[in-house]
Every structure is written in structure tokens, then in C-alpha cells.
């Protein structure tokens, strides 16, 4: 079945650092790409949708100039959190999709835990 | 925006109840999915209903998709512990294949 690997599961930073997460799909091509934000005991909120060649298509409230998506290659999407804030502590998960699949084809990553101090 | 409201919000049942939760939007889906999803995971998919009025077992989860393909149920027959998790209703956009979720339902099953 198609999997998709999250990197890294965990992670802390200071205040004011950059953090990037990686997103691959490891057994299929993945021309889009979502993250989503999910804070405790809430669900998940799309923020951002990755195309892979384009720019990221952001969603109403999330700053692109904060939440940085790169697309480059069809297996692989990486979110950067710039300059980060406690408040940016959150639970971060990517989806992939194999259009190929078509509605079956969204698969999720195990998430990353952003801990920002 | 499309909103996905799931209710009740929270459930905390005894093992061997039924319960019934609800996914509802004023917008229409090309097709609904849900998810289970364990603390510090990724979501789990249950199903994919994609037929108005579509009714799918699995085991003694049933899931039906409402007629006009806004609306989605998901009950569980004699719940079990291991049934607890947050569970997620998700809708896809006919425009933009976008995957949103519902609200979410945190289910907790006693012994």
C-alpha cells in the first residue's frame, strides 16, 4: 500500500528558529501535497496545498511567509516554520496524493510534533 | 469556507453500547471519508462512501452517506475499548480535491 514518511516525529526548538519538516511519498508519485495543523484535542486544519513545480495555495489566516512549503520533486514537500513562536507549537501532519488513486488516494504521515520553547 | 460539523463532541460510553455520530455540512461532497485517528498518529482511513444514500459495513461499524451528499453517520455496534480514538469525518471538494475534516468526535469506551 502506499506510504508516506514524516520527518521528524518530534522535534524542539527555541524561540525565534527555523524548523523544517519533510514530507515523502515513498512507493508513489505525489503531484499534490497537503499539511495541516492539528492543535490538542482539535482536529485537523488545512493550512496549505503543494503542487509539485508550483507555489503553495495557502489557506485563509495562514501566513505564507511563516509556514514555508517547497514542492520540488513528486515524492517529496517540505514545510518550514520561520522565526518560530510558542504559539507555533502544534501537531503537524502532510497528506499525499496519488492521483492515479483518485479518491482513494490521500495518504497521511504519521505527524510531527512541533514543541517551540 | 466548507464546514464540517461531527456531533456529539465528546461520547464516553460503557463496552457493549451503541452510539451513532454525526457529519454534517451545508456544503455537498463529492465523497466523504472517515478516519480514526490514535494520540501523536496520523489519521486511519475506516471508509470511502461516495453514492448519496450509500450504506458500507465494516465489521460492526456502518457508515451511510446522506442522500444529498452532504451529511454522513458513522455507528458502532457494541463498542469496544479498543474503539477509542478521535474519530474524523472528511469531505472532498468537487473543485479543488481538497481533503477537510469534520469538527471530530472523541470517543472513549470504558470496560
Known amino acids: 500500500g502506499a506510504v508516506v514518511s514524516q520527518h521528524p516525529s518530534r522535534v524542539i526548538c527555541k524561540s525565534g528558529t527555523s524548523v523544517k519538516i519533510e514530507c515523502r511519498s515513498l512507493?508513489?508519485?505525489?503531484?499534490?501535497m497537503f499539511w495541516y495543523r492539528q492543535f490538542p484535542k482539535q482536529s485537523l486544519m488545512l493550512m496549505a496545498t503543494?503542487?509539485?513545480?508550483?507555489?503553495?495555495?495557502?489557506e485563509q489566516g495562514v501566513e505564507k511567509d511563516k509556514f514555508l512549503i517547497n514542492h520540488a520533486s513528486l515524492t517529496l514537500s517540505t514545510l518550514t516554520v520561520t522565526s518560530a513562536h510558542p504559539e507555533d507549537s502544534s501537531f503537524y501532519i502532510c497528506s499525499a496524493r496519488d492521483r492515479d488513486r483518485g479518491i482513494y488516494g490521500y495518504t497521511f504521515g504519521s505527524g510531527t510534533r512541533l514543541t517551540v520553547v | 469556507t466548507q464546514l464540517l460539523e461531527q456531533s456529539p463532541q465528546f461520547l464516553s460510553i460503557q463496552e457493549g453500547e451503541n452510539l451513532t455520530v454525526y457529519c454534517n455540512s451545508s456544503?455537498?461532497?463529492?465523497?466523504l471519508q472517515w478516519y480514526r485517528q490514535e494520540p501523536g498518529e496520523g489519521p486511519v482511513l475506516l471508509v470511502t462512501?461516495?453514492?448519496?444514500?450509500e450504506v458500507k459495513k465494516l465489521k460492526r461499524l456502518t457508515f451511510q452517506f446522506g442522500d444529498a451528499r452532504k451529511d454522513s453517520s458513522l455507528h458502532i455496534t457494541a463498542a469496544q475499548p479498543g474503539d477509542t480514538g478521535l474519530y474524523l469525518c472528511?469531505?472532498?471538494?468537487?473543485?479543488?480535491?481538497?481533503?477537510?475534516f469534520g469538527t471530530g468526535t472523541r470517543l472513549q469506551v470504558f470496560p
Open positions: 472528511a469531505g472532498i471538494s468537487y473543485n479543488t480535491d481538497k481533503l477537510i
Open positions: 456544503s455537498v461532497f463529492s465523497s
Open positions: 462512501v461516495v453514492t448519496g444514500g
Open positions: 503543494s503542487n509539485e513545480g508550483s507555489k503553495a495555495t495557502y
Open positions: 512507493d508513489f508519485q505525489a503531484t499534490t
